[in-house]
């Protein structure tokens, strides 16, 4: 999946959360590929507002998609599933997302 460099620096910012890191290793558990908020807010031990903002920020991002589903008694739950990736940054990477960037006129600061 090739990212432009501003998204480069938004998936970076957002893996540099350690309870963000946590909930990717929870989600990427083989006997588990769905959670809901709650049972993952009882796993990390966050509370479920705090589990919330950093779940929105990794879907934003794309590391993660939510799913609405009709669980027991036609009870709507949002579950959440990680999204399949691979971050590979390199020199030639790196310059080549800063050319692109200078040649779009890009002004925006890093």
Not at 81 to 109: A, H, I, P, W, Y
Request: net charge positive.
């Amino acid at each position: 999946m090739t990212k432009t460099l501003i998204e480069i620096i938004d998936l970076c910012g957002t893996l540099s959360n350690r309870h963000r890191l946590r909930i990717i290793a929870a989600l990427s558990e083989k006997e588990k590929k769905k959670y809901t908020i709650s049972e993952l807010a009882r796993q990390l031990e966050i509370s479920r507002p705090l589990l919330y903002l950093h779940l929105q920020k990794l879907e934003e991002v794309g590391l993660l998609k939510g799913k609405t589903e009709l669980g027991k008694g036609n009870r709507a739950r949002q579950y959440y599933e990680l999204c399949d990736f691979e971050l590979c940054l390199n020199v030639e990477k790196v310059k080549e997302m800063l050319e692109t960037e200078e040649k779009k006129g890009s002004k925006r600061r890093w």
